[in-house]
């Protein structure tokens, strides 16, 4: 479970950072704001799969 919590606490932290470039660069569709989206997507997936490791 351990593994969940470091991943949580980073999903956290680009989840933010995410939100801060969409005001700054006005919206969703900058590249840089899809390249932290996509960023984001990924830690999202290594959560799921680290809990559904831990559910086995």
Do not use: T
């Amino acid at each position: 479970m351990r593994e969940a919590e470091v991943i949580q606490k980073r999903i956290e932290c680009e989840r933010i950072e995410l939100y801060r470039m969409e005001k700054k660069h006005g919206g969703f569709v900058h590249p840089k704001v899809i390249k932290q989206s996509m960023r984001l997507d990924e830690l999202i997936n290594m959560y799921n799969r680290a809990m559904y490791s831990c559910s086995k």
